[in-house]
């Protein structure tokens, strides 16, 4: 399979070469005034800074932990919400799909159908979302090796579709934890361009019993390594108030710490994109690692 190296979403690229870019909004759709607001500040600080945007939020959140947790308002009305978002502050839009039916509908809105993580090995759903044009993100599972990606990727690149973005978010650690393996990012890059994302990856899955932990701290911590193993985005949510947010409170980014954090962002992003990234050399038979391990 051929490395997919920039992908066009909306008026930018993202991927090889080009400037680092931001997938961030609410983890779901609470009402249009917060998503309006939300989006409001996002796009002042990422054009203020020259940071390709895309805004994201989820119309249901179909993997919620337990039966009563707040799942959205619902496809209709959420891409409703969706649109209006994307028509007044001109931004690309990119929503989670949960079944394959969900995808025609969602792609007359949305310019990235996401893949959530539990479904990325799902043949129909992968399929389907290809078969509509749009821009496709693939979250890696928490289950798979970076390698395994290429299987999705090559589901929704079945059907001619070339414009697919994956994902890492981190692995499953033992019970109720993720760790965050930055070799990841250069091994995915070798199917398509990489996001990272920051606040997924420092959850705790089911820490709460019926909700998830996490411990938002680390997500600049995350970031910068990320950034700086040569992620071609970063994928976050963000919330005026975390606490209150219905769902993932406990890892959601603060809405008013993103100006200094873009900031900093930035200027390592940049730093990083002068040194020459050629990737990894993988040879033909695939990668290997010697018995001894890996030598500097």
């Not at 579709?161 to 995915?188: C, H, K, Q």
């Not at 398509?192 to 959850?203: I, K, R």
């Not at 680390?218 to 970063?234: K, M, S, Y």
Request: hydrophobic share 45%; proline share 7%; aromatic share 6%.
């Amino acid at each position: 399979m051929e490395t997919i190296e920039t992908v066009s979403v909306g008026k930018f690229s993202i991927g090889k070469g080009r400037p680092l870019a931001l997938v961030a909004g609410p983890c779901v759709l609470e009402s249009e005034e917060l998503a309006s607001r939300i989006a409001h500040t996002l796009v002042r600080l990422a054009t203020a800074l020259g940071i390709p945007l895309v805004f994201k939020a989820s119309y249901d959140k179909a993997n919620r932990t337990s039966l009563e947790s707040w799942r959205g308002p619902g496809m209709e009305e959420g891409l409703m919400i969706l649109s209006r978002i994307k028509q007044k502050f001109g931004v690309p839009i990119l929503t989670d799909v949960h079944h394959p039916e969900d995808c025609a509908p969602a792609a007359e809105v949305a310019d990235v159908l996401q893949i959530p993580a539990f479904l990325c090995r799902q043949t129909d759903i992968l399929v389907a979302a290809g078969q509509t044009g749009r821009v496709v993100n693939i979250k890696k599972g928490q289950f798979l090796s970076p390698e395994e990606i290429s299987n999705a990727v090559a589901k929704v690149a079945a059907g001619g579709n070339s414009r697919i973005l994956a994902t890492e978010r981190g692995v499953s650690f033992g019970y109720n934890n993720l760790v965050s393996d930055m070799r990841a990012i250069p091994l995915m890059q070798q199917y398509c361009p990489v996001l990272f994302d920051a606040t997924h990856s420092v959850q705790q899955p089911g820490g709460l019993g019926s909700a998830s932990g996490g411990d938002r701290r680390f997500v600049p911590t995350l970031a910068r390594a990320a950034v700086a193993a040569g992620a071609d985005a970063l994928f976050m949510e963000v919330h005026p108030e975390p606490a209150k947010s219905p769902s993932d409170a406990a890892s959601i980014f603060p809405l008013e710490r993103m100006d200094a954090f873009l900031r900093e962002i930035k200027q390592l992003a940049d730093l990083v994109r002068t040194f020459p990234h050629g990737g990894l050399d993988v040879p033909s038979g695939g990668l290997h690692v010697p018995s001894g391990g890996l030598h500097a």
